[in-house]
């Protein structure tokens, strides 16, 4: 059974830039959908960005343009390049999978403020 750690994250200012990485303890290149999400306070859990084995990228529309997923299946480590982070990106950040999801990590909190 693959197991999921998250980490990279930390406090930022408005404008600046993350990088999330999800490492897997096992191989992921059989695992066709990965994705990252994110849980604000008060707030749902959603999913913000997936990527598929082809590379194929889907993201919510409040980060496109913003967020970039990539996937290092050698690796095993998917990652979440953040950039333009404003203050409503602050949550904390999951990785799973979508298409046949594990029980959720502790994620990585994600702080943006000046």
């Known amino acids: 059974q693959v197991q999921l750690v998250e980490s990279g994250g930390g406090l930022v200012q408005p404008g600046g830039s993350l990088r999330l990485s999800c490492a897997a303890s096992?191989?992921?290149?059989?695992?066709?959908?990965v994705g990252w999400y994110r849980q604000a306070p008060g707030k749902q859990r959603e999913l913000v960005a997936s990527?598929?084995?082809?590379?194929?990228?889907n993201y919510a529309d409040s980060v496109k343009g913003r967020f970039t997923i990539s996937r290092d299946n050698a690796k095993n480590t998917v990652y979440l390049q953040m950039n333009s982070l404003k203050p409503e990106d602050t949550a904390v950040y999951y990785c799973n999978f979508p298409d046949n999801g594990l029980s959720w990590g502790r994620g990585t909190q994600v702080t943006v403020s000046s």
């Open positions: 990527i598929l084995r082809s590379g194929r990228a």
């Open positions: 096992g191989r992921i290149f059989s695992i066709n959908a």
